[in-house]
């Protein structure tokens, strides 16, 4: 944790420095209003002072306290223009840093691998940045407003009485060590349950996203009781830490309780021997009580702010454990962009395992031509899609190298790697924006016109004219109000308007009905030529027209060849896939 409570720290600095003089005016600013609360009461003292000294002549006495009044009205004066200066201005850097560490987070997290988002749960995610950027703002509040005036309340005061006594000077500051060291040690002691705290309300977030996200499938599958019961066990757990750290909260505020008697009542039996000795007098009470007073206000927040500068650390350190996590996949030190001629793609002894341990493909080789209609065919889990995703780097290879016309696809820019391809997934997941968005993510900056073209290109065009909204339809989270086969053809769309010359549709077609299928087919005949073109399909009526097929078993090449010749294979593997679809059931 203290390595991590340090890089906290180090982020909130480095972006803090980009606004040195707002930030330091600020400082300086609170620093000025604290020395000023600290010397006001001088003044009060005086005033006291005056009216306690017997003067026979009432005139001079007024004479004196109207002055007094002036002069404590020229220091609030000040004092507020200080504190006026210092809000004001930490409005302005305070907005800026947090917006600054909100792109930050963004930028950072989105260029983690697809196998980190895999890995999180979203709810968890966005809590974390949330709780990270938050964190800042409570931290500097609780340094700016709280921990600062604190220090120079402390040390102008101790000046103060130590010139009036030395022992009401060093009484006060004993006091305040012992104080502050019993916060610091407490506050150490509770960190450990904080930070168990913040990881278990982060469990409690991730399962309830989670479950909102399946809400269907808790519906249908008959979990609800499941989920509820899963549900109440963490929440069990939240609740038991919960009353843990509050309870030890409520210990510590009955001990800092009894600290402050003993500092009111000790100090004030000092000063009462002190003025029986003739060296204190009845303003110098007055100034006691006001310091007093001041000091009690600010140490007792201090072990509040000291807890919840923890306590914000502790929620921010899982967001600053992503930020220090090297991104898994990063480009090399000066990687060129990926230029695309030909089209043509070769796998070249390409070794691949997941987690170290299990094994996908040793030494697998493909060449795909430029221009060819590749198919790709197998049992589930041969490695198909798998073959896709390294195509598209969301893996790094363990072994071996895919090349692009030449280039080494670990070598470029994933960026550019990623504009030359375009992708129709079997599950198309869409953003919670309009259709004309959607559509148009395929192709930053694409006019109105190009994006209906692409649209009916994919027979989307139909479908979206009977909405109520047209183009402008918001979707829903993830899609939700389209059906499957509507998303898909969103996503053909999508890939017609991108336009690249490799285009990879995986299973782009299985969530359309036999009619929308053939429609779909002619816009995909379209798209696909001029282009090199990787086809995964379970449905082997939609690939009989490409130039290759390959049948991918237990991670090699089992079979390959056109459609006539494979299904004249015996025995083969695509012939009894064929049978099986084309009729064998029913045999």
């Given at each position: 944790?203290?390595?991590?409570?340090?890089?906290?720290?180090?982020?909130?600095?480095?972006?803090?420095?980009?606004?040195?003089?707002?930030?330091?005016?600020?400082?300086?600013?609170?620093?000025?209003?604290?020395?000023?609360?600290?010397?006001?009461?001088?003044?009060?003292?005086?005033?006291?002072?005056?009216?306690?000294?017997?003067?026979?002549?009432?005139?001079?006495?007024?004479?004196?306290?109207?002055?007094?009044?002036?002069?404590?009205?020229?220091?609030?004066?000040?004092?507020?223009?200080?504190?006026?200066?210092?809000?004001?201005?930490?409005?302005?850097?305070?907005?800026?840093?947090?917006?600054?560490?909100?792109?930050?987070?963004?930028?950072?997290?989105?260029?983690?691998?697809?196998?980190?988002?895999?890995?999180?749960?979203?709810?968890?995610?966005?809590?974390?940045?949330?709780?990270?950027?938050?964190?800042?703002?409570?931290?500097?509040?609780?340094?700016?407003?709280?921990t600062l005036p604190l220090v120079v309340n402390i040390t102008v005061i101790f000046i103060v009485l130590y010139q009036r006594n030395i022992y009401l000077g060093l009484g006060i500051l004993t006091w305040v060590v012992i104080f502050l060291v019993i916060n610091w040690f407490f506050t150490k002691y509770k960190l450990r349950y904080d930070i168990q705290r913040s990881e278990t309300e982060t469990r409690s977030t991730g399962l309830l996203a989670d479950t909102v996200t399946n809400n269907s499938n808790v519906k249908l599958f008959n979990g609800y009781q499941r989920e509820v019961t899963g549900f109440a066990a963490v929440t069990e757990e939240l609740r038991k830490i919960r009353r843990l750290t509050w309870d030890l909260s409520n210990f510590f505020e009955a001990v800092q309780g009894f600290l402050m008697v003993v500092l009111e009542i000790g100090i004030f039996y000092l000063a009462i021997k002190l003025w029986q000795k003739g060296v204190l007098t009845v303003g110098d009470f007055v100034l006691i009580q006001a310091y007093v007073l001041n000091i009690i206000m600010r140490v007792w927040d201090f072990g509040r702010v000291i807890q919840h500068i923890y306590e914000r650390l502790a929620d921010a350190e899982e967001m600053t454990q992503i930020l220090n996590t090297p991104h898994e996949i990063q480009d090399i030190p000066g990687a060129k962009d990926l230029e695309v001629a030909k089209g043509k793609i070769e796998f070249k002894k390409v070794s691949f395992f997941y987690h170290q341990t299990r094994k996908i493909f040793s030494d697998f080789d493909l060449v795909v031509k430029p221009g060819e209609r590749l198919a790709l065919v197998g049992p589930s889990g041969a490695g198909k899609t798998t073959i896709i995703k390294l195509l598209l780097r969301m893996h790094d290879l363990s072994g071996g190298q895919i090349l692009v016309d030449g280039q080494d696809i670990a070598k470029v820019r994933q960026e550019s790697l990623w504009q030359n391809i375009s992708l129709v997934p079997q599950d198309p997941i869409l953003f919670h924006r309009t259709l004309l968005e959607n559509i148009r993510y395929g192709k930053a900056g694409s006019s109105d016109v190009e994006v209906m073209v692409a649209a009916k290109a994919a027979h989307c065009h139909e479908f979206i004219g009977n909405l109520a909204d047209g183009y402008n339809t918001y979707v829903g989270e993830r899609g939700i109000k389209l059906s499957g086969g509507e998303r898909q053809r969103v996503a053909i769309a999508r890939a017609i308007l991108r336009n690249a010359p490799i285009l990879v549709l995986d299973e782009a077609t299985s969530s359309l009905d036999s009619h929308s299928e053939s429609l779909i087919q002619d816009a995909l005949d379209n798209l696909m030529k001029g282009k090199t073109v990787i086809v995964i399909a379970h449905r082997l009526s939609t690939i009989r027209k490409m130039d290759r097929i390959i049948v991918i078993d237990e991670g090699g090449i089992n079979e390959e060849g056109c459609h006539d010749e494979l299904i004249k294979k015996d025995k083969g593997i695509y012939q009894k896939l064929w049978h099986l679809q084309a009729g064998g059931f029913i045999q």
């Open positions: 944790m203290k390595n991590n409570t340090k890089k906290t720290l180090r982020i909130y600095w480095q972006h803090l420095t980009k606004y040195k003089p707002s930030f330091s005016v600020t400082i300086l600013a609170v620093i000025a209003a604290s020395v000023f609360s600290v010397i006001i009461p001088l003044y009060f003292k005086d005033f006291f002072d005056v009216l306690s000294n017997g003067n026979p002549d009432r005139s001079a006495s007024v004479s004196a306290l109207i002055s007094i009044l002036i002069t404590i009205l020229i220091l609030e004066s000040i004092q507020w223009v200080a504190w006026r200066i210092a809000t004001f201005t930490s409005s302005y850097f305070y907005a800026k840093v947090m917006a600054d560490l909100s792109n930050n987070c963004f930028a950072y997290l989105h260029k983690h691998s697809f196998t980190f988002f895999n890995n999180n749960f979203v709810g968890s995610l966005v809590k974390r940045v949330k709780w990270f950027v938050s964190a800042f703002e409570d931290i500097l509040d609780k340094i700016t407003w709280n």
